[in-house]
């Protein structure tokens, strides 16, 4: 059973550019979700992907955006980033069926830099 | 905003001992609420789920529930120093998305 992959690990970024961080979900789990996490707090929802639309949405602004695969991989994409936007990005994918599973299996994350 | 609280540490406990994790929700209605490790630089790892008041008991670990004070504990039995790491509470919202305390950061002295 493959487990849920991130890429990029780490990357630096600079003020206003744009981001695309991957995910690949566990075998046999259709929903994907991203969350960011800053340094000391809890995970924050960004939104989740189910049947490749966005079924659910956190309060990030729309420069964050994504895409989910026919495949259930996914991208989340970041535009005009910001220094705020310095965290852990996690992906998580589930069995949910595109609802509420509080069973999420994680990836290792990708650490963005901003400068 | 529905919060999720918890004690952010750190709590030192002694090797052998219990530790005793507690956790906060705002939302009466909420039905079930999990527990996350997450070792430093990695990320979260479910270890228990709970949706019954009263206690699930899994290996050395405990949750335990209370509906009508609105909180929800983790016991470690016999801690380890393995176990030393960042304590997460997780309880849905709405359909998509768990609300998350900020983690309470467990250190298990030898």
């Known amino acids: 059973e493959t487990g849920v992959t991130q890429s990029p690990t780490h990357l630096i970024k600079t003020r206003g550019q744009q981001v695309t961080l991957r995910c690949s979900s566990q075998?046999?789990?259709?929903?994907v979700s991203w969350y960011q996490q800053a340094l000391g707090q809890g995970p924050q929802f960004i939104f989740q992907y189910y049947r490749e639309e966005e079924n659910g949405r956190g309060n990030f602004p729309p420069r964050f955006s994504g895409l989910q695969f026919p495949n259930y991989s996914s991208e989340l994409n970041v535009n005009a980033l910001e220094l705020d936007d310095s965290a852990l990005y996690l992906c998580?994918?589930?069995?949910?069926?595109?609802?509420?599973?509080?069973?999420?299996?994680f990836g290792e994350g990708s650490r963005l830099t901003v400068l | 905003q529905k919060e999720v609280e918890q004690n952010s540490g750190p709590l030192s406990v002694p090797e052998g001992a219990i530790a005793s994790l507690n956790c906060t929700y705002s939302?009466?209605?909420?039905?079930?609420f999990f527990w996350y490790r997450q070792y430093s630089g990695k990320s979260p790892e479910l270890i228990m789920s709970i949706y019954s008041n009263g206690d699930k008991e899994d290996g050395r670990f405990t949750a335990q529930l209370n509906k009508a004070s609105q909180y929800v504990s983790l016991l470690i039995r016999d801690s380890q120093p393995s176990d030393s790491a960042t304590y997460l509470c997780a309880v849905p919202d709405s359909n998509y998305q768990l609300i998350w305390g900020a983690g309470t950061k467990l250190i298990i002295k030898p």
């Open positions: 939302d009466r209605g909420s039905q079930s």
């Open positions: 998580a994918s589930s069995q949910g069926g595109g609802q509420i599973t509080g069973e999420l299996f």
């Open positions: 075998s046999g789990h259709n929903t």
